[in-house]
């Protein structure tokens, strides 16, 4: 049976960011790729003091019961603790991970909107975080899309590849699962 990866939208996502992933999802994972239906907006993870939703209680509310990997993909901003926020966070151990798509948007930051921009910034914050559920850490490469972002610049010069090391690694883990 082939592998397969679980979108699980929380809150209104867009339907093309949820066709956007589960047209490049399968292709870079060799796996298969469904969407569920839409989650309710989590207000019990909402921090009235930073305005922002906590990721990992948003990710455990949204993966709560699923027995296969899975991808939420929230219209939130995020974060977790230490850090102001976050563009995705994954849980190896669980097979789960989540993405957050405010800050990946151009008009987030008061400039003009820009769809391919945002639909490759989904796409690697995607397979970053579905890099770490595979068992992948954060790589030295600032080019392979496991290179850790710490901010949008991060984000646009990676690829939503891997390099060479990470991809061998990948297929390593890939064939363990």
């Not at 093309?16 to 992933?21: A, I, K, N, P, S």
């Not at 699923?66 to 993909?73: D, E, H, N, Q, Y």
């Not at 405010?102 to 769809?115: I, M, V, W």
Request: aromatic share 10%; with cysteine.
């Amino acid at each position: 049976m082939k592998r397969e990866i679980l979108l699980l939208p929380v809150g209104d996502v867009s339907l093309d960011v949820l066709e956007w992933l589960a047209e490049a999802l399968p292709s870079v994972f060799d796996c298969g790729c469904k969407t569920t239906t839409a989650l309710p907006r989590p207000d019990f993870t909402w921090d009235k003091t930073r305005e922002q939703y906590r990721a990992e209680a948003v990710l455990a509310r949204a993966s709560a019961g699923c027995s296969t990997c899975a991808l939420a993909v929230a219209d939130l901003d995020l974060y977790v603790p230490d850090l102001n926020f976050v563009f995705g966070l994954a849980q190896s151990g669980m097979a789960r991970a989540i993405i957050a798509l405010p800050r990946l948007r151009q008009s987030y930051y008061g400039l003009a909107e820009d769809t391919t921009v945002f639909r490759e910034r989904v796409i690697k914050e995607a397979v970053h975080e579905l890099g770490h559920v595979f068992g992948l850490s954060h790589c030295d490469d600032s080019r392979c899309v496991m290179a850790f972002s710490n901010s949008l610049q991060d984000t646009d010069y990676k690829q939503y590849t891997f390099c060479r090391e990470c991809k061998k690694r990948l297929q390593t883990e890939l064939i363990e699962l």
